[in-house]
């Protein structure tokens, strides 16, 4: 079974330039995350999607940032303009979701590391 | 107070120990997750539960519903067991995950 995609692995970007990570969660999983990891920190979530619709992007920078999940598979994730402070790994997981389920088990991606100068 | 709560922040012991690492949370959940993640490196799901306890070769989860506490144990640490350990929850409903801190693992050989 193939894994959570991310791409790309590394970027390194001056401030006031824009970035885009790419996702592609695992076949059939509704529900995907993108997590920020600031090093020395644990995951925030930035955004949730149940397939193309958002769940919850209460902690996502409006302002910057911007993430889409057009038809419910392939999600990216934008910035524009960057900042010195959104130097992170970004994560990208994935899980089954059903109501009656529950979550899921939680499948993450190895992360893009984006480094603004 | 963060809705999940682990300790020890830091653990540092000898190969061959047994280690436990613990999560309290205080919110409503669904299930409780801990998540392995190695310098540099993604992140792994360990275990996922509801109830009870799971084990998966050196390692065994358990959670304690009512008193709203999880604990990870390790068998035999080995160095390559070094990591960092993350439990997090998700919510009833939106199965919104709230991460603990994690908490930092140094293995000693």
């Known amino acids: 079974e193939a894994g959570v995609a991310q791409s790309p692995r590394y970027k390194i970007i001056e401030k006031r330039q824009s970035v885009a990570f790419w996702c592609n969660p695992i076949s059939g999983h509704a529900t995907l995350y993108w997590y920020q990891q600031i090093l020395g920190q644990g995951p925030k979530l930035l955004i949730q999607?149940?397939?193309?619709?958002?769940?919850?992007d209460s902690q996502l920078p409006k302002d910057r940032f911007s993430a889409e999940r057009l038809k419910g598979v392939d999600s990216t994730l934008k910035i524009q303009p960057a900042k010195l402070e959104d130097s992170a790994v970004y994560l990208c997981a994935s899980s089954f979701w059903g109501l009656a389920a529950g979550t899921g088990e939680l499948f993450f991606g190895e992360g893009s590391r984006l480094t603004v100068l | 107070k963060n809705e999940v709560e682990q300790s020890p922040q830091n653990l540092t012991a000898q190969e061959g120990e047994f280690i436990t690492i613990n999560c309290s949370y205080s919110?409503?959940?669904?299930?409780l997750h801990w998540l392995q993640q190695h310098p540099g490196g993604g992140i792994v799901s360990l275990f996922m539960?509801?109830?009870g306890k799971k084990k998966h070769g050196r390692l065994i989860a358990t959670i304690n519903i009512q008193e709203k506490h999880s604990s990870l144990h390790i068998t035999a640490s080995h160095p390559r067991d070094s990591a960092v350990y993350i439990c997090a929850a998700s919510r009833f409903g939106n199965e919104k995950l709230t991460f603990g801190t994690g908490t930092r693992l140094t293995i000693i050989p």
């Open positions: 919110v409503g959940i669904s299930a």
């Open positions: 539960l509801s109830s």
């Open positions: 999607f149940q397939n193309n619709g958002v769940v919850d």
